[in-house]
């Protein structure tokens, strides 16, 4: 008897991922990395195209039947992008919005950068780009409804029952590579309704990779766990959703390695490989997004008396309205 088992796999670009991580765990073998994981997939439709578990299914030493695309594991700042797309639409920011990248206290919780340095104010799509973890945690708190943790759960994410507070910010939970890759396709393809395509975009463009290894149109966030244990790297390229893990299903550390090190040159090499279509920014952007000249100080609506004036993106009806209060 033949068994027919149905699968929306693609087999030529599971193939070329596998490859992808072949060579770089061969590049990266003297500093010790050993596995990797994937998802690749294609928004629109929500089909996974292909799905890498670890670096090698037969190899004993890193455990490689373990699925790591299912296994939870500490998602890192991967989760910010949704801090913001989620004020984005909650009114409390537009992308210009300074945010204070300064020393805080929440209720006996001190949050820190992981350069232990602080910035003062900075623009909230600059916030997310550099991936500051005060200001998410702060736009996290003024999050209206139940804020991340419940649009993470309205989501279907298989989160653990306990409540997370604002350390959920920064990856203090437990996620699939899996479930991240479908939030992520929620960015490249609003469909459920929680977020807006206005949010997504104007999110989706804040990451825009300026990297000069990183390929032409790419959006990505990187993520790296306490101990170094985990790095991931999430990309968004047109209608295409990639998501990688690097890491030791053990739990070993990766002493000294960010996620922008190790997972995102593995992302960049692998959409460069699939040769992943761009979708011009131009062509998806919602009709809603005006663009609107801003004060480069204040990051509010800039008056006429402010001397420089970059133009700046704003929510019809949703962003913020305040006019610069600096120069009178």
Same mark, same amino acid.
Not at 32 to 44: E, I, K, T
Not at 201 to 215: F, M
């Given at each position: 008897? @033949?068994?027919?088992?149905?699968?929306?796999?693609?087999?030529?670009?599971? =193939?070329?991922?596998?490859?992808?991580?072949?060579? &770089?765990?061969?590049?990266?073998?003297?500093? %010790?990395?050993?596995?990797?994981?994937?998802?690749?997939?294609?928004? #629109?439709?929500?089909?996974?195209?292909?799905?890498? %578990?670890?670096?090698?299914?037969?190899?004993?030493?890193?455990?490689?039947?373990?699925?790591?695309?299912?296994?939870?594991?500490?998602?890192?700042?991967?989760? $910010?992008?949704?801090?913001?797309?989620?004020?984005?639409?909650?009114?409390?920011?537009?992308?210009?919005?300074?945010?204070? /990248?300064?020393?805080?206290?929440?209720?006996?919780?001190?949050?820190?950068? @992981?350069?232990?340095?602080?910035?003062? #104010?900075?623009?909230?799509?600059?916030?997310?780009?550099? @991936?500051?973890?005060? #200001?998410?945690?702060?736009?996290?708190?003024?999050?209206?409804?139940?804020?991340?943790?419940? &649009?993470?759960?309205?989501?279907?994410?298989?989160?653990?029952?306990?409540?997370?507070?604002?350390?959920?910010?920064? %990856?203090?939970?437990?996620?699939?590579?899996?479930?991240?890759?479908?939030?992520?396709?929620?960015?490249?393809?609003?469909?459920?309704?929680?977020?807006?395509?206005?949010?997504?975009?104007?999110?989706? /463009?804040?990451?825009?990779? /300026?990297?000069?290894?990183?390929?032409? %149109?790419?959006?990505?966030?990187?993520?790296?766990?306490?101990? &170094?244990?985990?790095?991931?790297?999430?990309?968004?390229?047109?209608?295409?959703?990639?998501?990688?893990?690097?890491?030791?299903?053990?739990?070993?550390?990766?002493?000294?390695?960010?996620?922008?090190?190790?997972?995102?040159?593995?992302?960049?090499?692998?959409?460069?490989?699939?040769?992943?279509?761009?979708?011009?920014?131009?062509?998806?952007?919602?009709?809603?997004?005006?663009?609107?000249?801003?004060?480069?100080?204040?990051?509010?609506?800039?008056?006429?008396?402010?001397? =420089?004036?970059?133009?700046?993106?704003?929510?019809?009806?949703?962003?913020?309205?305040?006019?610069? $209060?600096?120069?009178?």
């Amino acid at each position: 008897t @033949s068994l027919t088992v149905p699968t929306t796999i693609d087999l030529a670009q599971q =193939h070329e991922i596998e490859q992808s991580i072949r060579d &770089f765990l061969d590049r990266w073998y003297s500093q %010790g990395l050993r596995n990797a994981s994937a998802v690749l997939l294609h928004a #629109p439709t929500g089909e996974i195209r292909a799905s890498v %578990g670890s670096a090698g299914f037969h190899d004993v030493a890193i455990a490689g039947q373990v699925d790591g695309t299912i296994a939870p594991r500490s998602p890192g700042s991967t989760l $910010k992008p949704f801090i913001y797309a989620l004020a984005l639409d909650a009114g409390l920011i537009q992308p210009q919005t300074l945010l204070d /990248d300064a020393p805080k206290r929440f209720a006996g919780y001190n949050p820190e950068n @992981s350069d232990r340095q602080f910035l003062g #104010p900075i623009a909230a799509s600059e916030a997310l780009r550099r @991936s500051r973890n005060v #200001p998410a945690i702060e736009l996290a708190n003024r999050l209206p409804d139940g804020g991340l943790e419940t &649009f993470l759960r309205t989501s279907d994410v298989d989160l653990p029952q306990r409540s997370h507070g604002l350390a959920l910010a920064i %990856g203090a939970t437990e996620m699939r590579l899996e479930d991240l890759a479908k939030l992520y396709a929620e960015l490249a393809h609003p469909q459920q309704g929680q977020l807006s395509p206005q949010a997504c975009w104007l999110t989706l /463009d804040a990451l825009r990779c /300026d990297d000069p290894g990183a390929p032409i %149109g790419l959006a990505c966030k990187t993520g790296t766990s306490n101990g &170094f244990r985990d790095a991931w790297a999430c990309g968004v390229m047109g209608d295409w959703v990639l998501c990688v893990w690097v890491g030791h299903f053990d739990g070993r550390g990766m002493p000294g390695l960010f996620a922008a090190e190790t997972a995102a040159p593995l992302l960049w090499q692998t959409v460069n490989r699939l040769r992943l279509p761009e979708l011009p920014a131009d062509e998806s952007r919602p009709e809603d997004i005006v663009q609107v000249p801003v004060c480069a100080v204040s990051g509010d609506l800039a008056g006429k008396h402010c001397p =420089h004036c970059p133009d700046g993106w704003f929510i019809g009806g949703v962003s913020p309205i305040k006019s610069c $209060k600096v120069h009178q």
